[in-house]
């Protein structure tokens, strides 16, 4: 008889279903929580023989951010996401390996094996960082699990809260720090990004980029005040 998918399990679905998680298609479990998406994937592969192997992401996004970086065309939005086992004591990536053969119980023990580090890691590294001000302070600080265009985020997000300054400053400060890189590309070279003369540099492209993204921004909160 061939092993269900894991989320079939009634015993996942019963425990997640306390933390607050809804079954959102085979593969998904998602909540909302203070203004966040948290999500549970669990991801699966077939690399060995009668076998399956599962591994659990963990995701927290922030749709408010998401949409302002669509109006700003500024694809840098999506989840945070990381592998369970890395919010572990152990810091490495976690699967579970389920055989077709895998009885009832075996696949009960997976389950419950999944249920104890979402319990103990998982929900509360979501719940952390879904408290706007540790989330800030995470990607001010360049935490590795949150690593992901801060330089994006981060003005987005204050923005977001009425932090304008906040926003102006880190700008102003990315934007020196984007073209001293990209000058520095140029070996000597005068930087001169409008100069179709000079063959441009992913550093160059790099502030461009920035510079559009920040002017857009820039510019809405000149507009609202």
Known sequence: MELKYITYSELLCEKLALMGFKRKNKSDYVREYNGFVHTLSFCHSSYIPHTRDYHILVEFSYPKMEKLAREL????????????????????????????????????????????????????????????????????????????HADYNLPMLYYLIGENENARFYIEQELKKKESRAKRSHEGNSFDPNNNNIRETPFDREYNEYKEFADKLMARIKQEG
């Open 73 to 148: 065309e500024a694809y840098v939005g999506g989840a945070w996401t990381s592998n369970v086992g890395y919010l572990t004591p152990n810091n490495n990536f976690q699967q579970w390996n389920v055989p077709s053969s895998a009885t009832e119980d075996d696949v009960r023990e997976t389950v419950y094996d999944m249920i104890r580090l979402i319990e103990t890691y998982a929900i509360p590294y979501l719940n952390k960082l879904s408290d706007m001000n540790v989330l800030l302070l995470e990607l001010e600080e360049g935490n590795s699990l949150v690593p992901r």
